[in-house]
């Protein structure tokens, strides 16, 4: 996991490696990279699980690169091989076919370029091992290798001869991956709601589930955020908050707050004065507040035996304490009074099946990209399961939804 000094991988470019197993995906990663990041080896199926790195890369920036296994293994189970594929392109946002040229095109490239293009990912296309000559002699272009190649490059940004080998065109592959780079997300935390000079109070609760010497991303995020937009951030645990206000003398411009503390802050901040939480900014970010707004009304509905699925993108370095397996659990039982089924899902594991829950309850996504949260919010909808996020339930079930939507009209309209 990045560091407090690094880009967190949320915000990284993830670019993904693809192609038959032995095509040289590995040791083409190992030379973009400059690391000996991936295993390389002639055995077949070397790579069994992808394997995913931050890193810096010159004229990149911040990314994080996946070497992938082979899209050909596992013989007859092919379903299986395209689900993993799928789950992978979840989240990348730049795809690499790496081909070996001395094999030619086989019909996993193609597949996959259709799968690239199915998602709307942009890819180059590798050739590699273009350091080893071309045999002449029993070269033929037979109709089959067109109708690949056609297949392939209809679609593709661009193919590269490489060799991973002697670093051929490795720098020129770079440069072409970091020409499909998407364009610096427009949207912001919160420095297109705000106006410099404006006075923000931050309220960030400092108990035992807090991690130890340090905040969180969300928080760190949020404040780099208010200093980009020439604001001043002033920021103070809930139980400094009342003395902090009065003795600022002036109205602060907003007020944002830990989610775990929402009803104790509403009653502490002047009714004029704005407020929202910082996994509502989060869940904006990130393209999921439209669904959690939506979502949030069928905890009305929930009934004794429904099942709820908790659901965070962090793992073992949790960045939320307790808030997704305890609190919320109990916030939403003494809510509904309903004796409701809790499951957790955590980390990049999240189910392809959802019809199984009455709803679910995502975190903001702050360790996730925005493509992967937008794409388990709409694989949710689309399922006819609703999905929330904490900090709008949480808002929800202390009745000021509204009030924490009043920066944010344009998602407010949804409530009914
Ligand atoms: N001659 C040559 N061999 C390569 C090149 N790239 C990879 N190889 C070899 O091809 C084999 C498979 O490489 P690997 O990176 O493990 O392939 P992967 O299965 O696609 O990850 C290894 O023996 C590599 O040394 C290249 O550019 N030129
Ligand atoms: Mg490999």
């Known amino acids: 996991m990045a560091g407090m000094n690094e880009t967190p991988s949320g915000e990284r470019v993830h670019i993904g490696f693809f192609g038959r197993r032995n095509a040289g995906k590995s040791s083409v990663v190992n030379a973009v990279t400059g690391q000996d990041l991936a295993v390389v080896s002639d055995v077949k199926g070397t790579t069994t699980d992808p394997v995913r790195k931050a890193m810096e890369i010159l004229p990149l920036g911040p990314v994080v690169v996946i070497d992938t296994p082979g899209f050909d293994d596992e013989g007859g189970l092919g379903e299986l091989r395209v689900q993993r594929t799928r789950k992978i392109l979840e989240k990348t946002d730049i795809a690499v076919l790496v081909v070996d040229t001395t094999e030619g095109f086989r019909s996993e490239d193609a597949e996959l370029a259709d799968l690239f293009k199915e998602r709307n990912i942009p890819f180059l296309v590798a050739l590699n091992k273009s350091d080893i000559p071309e045999d002449t002699e029993n070269h033929v272009v037979d109709e089959e290798q067109l109708g690949l190649f056609q297949r392939i490059a209809k679609n593709s940004s661009g193919m590269i001869h490489v060799s991973a080998l002697s670093d051929e065109g490795i720098d020129e592959l770079k440069i072409r991956i970091a020409a499909l780079k998407p364009q610096e997300k427009e949207g912001r935390l919160i420095a297109d709601k705000i106006k410099a000079g404006d006075l923000i109070v931050l309220v960030v609760p400092i108990d035992k589930a807090a991690p130890k ?151 903001g996504g702050c360790m996730l990209n925005e493509k992967e949260v937008k794409h388990r919010a709409s694989k949710t909808a689309s399922q006819g399961v609703p999905i929330t996020n904490y900090g709008t339930m949480i808002a929800y079930v202390h009745g000021i939804l509204k009030r924490s939507l009043s920066i944010f009209p344009e998602y407010a309209k949804e409530l009914n």
């Not at 995020?221 to 009065?246: F, H, K, W, Y």
């Not at 699925?309 to 304490?321: S, V, Y």
């Open 213 to 363: 010497g340090r905040l969180i991303l969300p928080q760190q995020q949020t404040i780099r955020d208010i200093l980009d937009a020439g604001a001043t951030a002033v920021v103070v645990r809930d139980s400094e908050l009342a003395d902090t206000l009065e003795k600022l003398g002036t109205k602060p411009a907003l007020v944002i707050t830990d989610s775990q503390v929402f009803g104790k802050v509403d009653k502490i901040v002047p009714a004029d004065v704005p407020l929202t939480s910082f996994s509502i900014l989060m869940a904006r970010y990130k393209g999921l507040l439209e669904h959690a707004v939506k979502g949030v009304a069928a905890i009305t509905r929930l009934k004794d035996g429904d099942k709820v699925l908790i659901a965070e993108g962090c793992t073992h370095h949790r960045q939320c304490g307790d808030i997704g397996t305890v609190k919320i659990p109990k916030w939403l039982g003494d809510f509904t009074g309903a004796d409701l089924v809790f499951e957790t899902a955590s980390g990049t594991g999240y189910p392809d099946d959802l019809t199984q829950y009455a709803l679910v309850v995502h975190c």
